[in-house]
């Protein structure tokens, strides 16, 4: 009698608490996947469920394409983030019993109020509530149709005949905000996908406009509405509706320039870390104009690294004279205001030029400014680094709010295949397989851990089987006195190229070091790691800290020899925890 049918994509988190409200109703469970890497499809195959895959078109062509693999006459269209409350679980039941028992319903269609969950709470004004939504219909007495032609979002089942809609009384239950994360990333989509709606209806936007609306869609959702009635959560509520407006007709505005704006510059001429950091930027970048040409300016030790991300396009190494690296470009984004580039970029004429606005050099001279204290703010420098892309009518920050949006945004590909990394070492193939990257070093740039806890740590690692290999600067091979000349240890330091170190550190099987070039090198890699920190500012890991997988490991106290008082033990408990 009833299928159910689902589009999805990277839904595993939501999907099981779909699926099983609808167990013992649905005959048939159809999910048609748009390319999930997360788990969705194991969750499918758990809970009996067909999958098609199919790449996404819009909202309405993917929805009727799903109804259209349905065996069954009548179809219930759920969204993944939605699932069935007791009362309307028993209210289909009965449906379904009659709809059995009978050739064909005096009906086409049903309606269902859909009530949502925001961060725990249920919500029942703002407009929020009951948003009547058809879900569920008799195959072949409508479809699923754009608000305008070409439209993304707003898509609505529409039936061939208006007066045989009947409206049910059970909720249908909403859960797409669980954490306010997930209203800022729905914030940034619906705004984009919005501003590309109006442009396609022929919509403009003006200086204020962005304004207006906002001020307009917080008195609306917040008083005419009645979000008030909802307390302090109707209120957020209508607080981030408006920042949603805005932003949409922020797009808008912005559209035309980005139809003309093709090279778009990244400047960050300072540490190998700091780029590591800031690459996501050109990920995000991408993520909202991909046709964009992403141009990466960076000090020349840096450039195999942003050669290695494969969001930019074009590497400029900066030696410190050549300003010419700063012209030809549409916009420039100085994640690190170099003074004499930010003077440059305003002598070429560059028409956009973001930075922070706290320092004298851009207020006088960037054209867009971006007013946020990094070494007050305890935001990681990530975030700051997708907080300047706003300077360019691109809501980055709020499109990828989190630490786990960041991995994904770099792309990093070794620039040494596997072989030639391990060659460079020396080492035997049962030798590379078991290796750890110590790298005591720090430059000065951050608190270190002692040389001789780090020789301590390799001496445990050592003896459980894996091969130690220390890494650094030949500037710093006297720091680590003899430790070097002992027979279990793979002395590396001095020895590597960038590219030769970026492969071992890619290939490693764990990389422990504190807040320093190689250790977010590893984690971009993919490559697990123990990160060192002190936890206060300005090296608290709360700004600092690697975008891959792995340990943080922060002290405020200071060891008896010196550097960081965070003891071997856990080091070592934390990298064996990482290797097993």
């Not at 004279?321 to 916009?331: I, M, N, Q, S, Y």
């Not at 070093?441 to 050592?462: E, K, P």
């Not at 920190?533 to 600092?544: E, K, V």
Request: with cysteine; charged share 20%; glycine share 8%.
């Amino acid at each position: 009698v009833l299928s159910v049918v689902i589009i999805a994509k990277n839904e595993a988190h939501n999907l099981p608490r779909c699926l099983e409200s609808v167990k013992g109703l649905a005959d048939e469970v159809v999910v048609v996947d748009s390319g999930s890497t997360d788990g969705t499809l194991d969750v499918c195959a758990q809970h009996g469920a067909t999958v098609h895959q199919r790449p996404f078109t819009t909202y309405a062509d993917q929805k009727n394409w799903a109804a259209d693999q349905a065996a069954h006459p009548y179809v219930l269209s759920l969204d993944a983030d939605e699932s069935l409350s007791d009362d309307l679980f028993e209210e289909l039941a009965a449906w379904k019993t009659l709809a059995a028992s009978s050739d064909e319903l005096p009906f086409d269609a049903w309606s269902l109020p859909r009530l949502t969950s925001y961060l725990g709470t249920w919500v029942r004004h703002g407009g929020w509530y009951p948003d009547r939504k058809i879900r569920l219909w008799r195959q072949g007495t409508g479809d699923w149709q754009p608000a305008h032609e070409g439209g993304m979002l707003h898509e609505a089942w529409v039936p061939r005949v208006p007066s045989r809609v009947v409206q049910l009384k059970g909720d249908l239950h909403h859960h797409s905000y669980q954490r306010f994360s997930d209203h800022l990333r729905q914030l940034a989509k619906f705004s984009t996908l919005g501003a590309a709606d109006a442009r396609l209806q022929g919509r403009s936007s003006h200086l204020l406009t962005p304004w207006f609306r906002m001020v307009f869609q917080w008195f609306k959702q917040a008083v005419v509405q009645s979000g008030w009635r909802d307390g302090a959560t109707g209120f957020r509520i209508a607080r981030w509706s408006a920042v949603s407006a805005h932003w949409k007709w922020r797009q808008v505005g912005a559209a035309q320039a980005w139809d003309a704006r093709q090279t778009v510059g990244i400047v960050r001429t300072d540490a190998l870390g700091d780029n590591v950091l800031s690459l996501p930027m050109a990920g995000a970048l991408k993520a909202h104009h991909p046709e964009v040409k992403v141009v990466w300016i960076c000090k020349p030790y840096a450039a195999d690294v942003a050669r290695a991300c494969g969001h930019v396009d074009e590497i400029r190494a900066w030696d410190g004279t050549d300003h010419k690296v700063v012209e030809g470009l549409d916009a420039v984004v100085f994640a690190f205001p170099e003074p004499a580039l930010v003077r440059a970029a305003a002598k070429a004429g560059v028409p956009v030029r973001v930075a922070t606005g706290r320092r004298w050099v851009t207020a006088r001279h960037a054209t867009r400014r971006v007013w946020r204290s990094r070494k007050t703010t305890p935001a990681h420098e990530t975030l700051q680094g997708l907080h300047l892309l706003h300077g360019l009518d691109v809501p980055a920050a709020l499109r990828f709010p989190e630490a786990s949006d960041w991995h994904g945004l770099l792309e990093m590909t070794p620039p040494l295949d596997a072989s030639v990394a391990q060659a460079a070492t020396g080492l035997s193939d049962d030798l590379w397989s078991r290796l750890v990257v110590l790298h005591p070093g720090n430059h000065g740039s951050a608190n270190g851990w002692s040389v001789d806890r780090f020789q301590a740590l390799g001496h445990r690692l050592t003896q459980a089987g894996w091969v130690v290999a220390v890494t650094g600067t030949e500037a710093e091979r006297k720091a680590l006195g003899s430790w070097l000349s002992e027979s279990d240890v793979v002395d590396l330091v001095g020895k590597l190229d960038m590219p030769g170190l970026l492969g071992v550190l890619a290939h490693a099987k764990l990389c422990v070091a504190s807040s320093t070039g190689p250790l977010h090198l590893a984690s971009a890699f993919g490559t697990p790691v123990v990160g060192l920190y002190q936890a206060q500012a300005p090296f608290w890991p709360a700004r600092w800290a690697p975008l891959g997988p792995g340990v943080v490991l922060e002290t405020r106290q200071e060891a008896p020899e010196g550097g960081l008082g965070i003891s071997v033990q856990d080091v070592a408990d934390a990298a064996f925890g990482l290797l097993a």
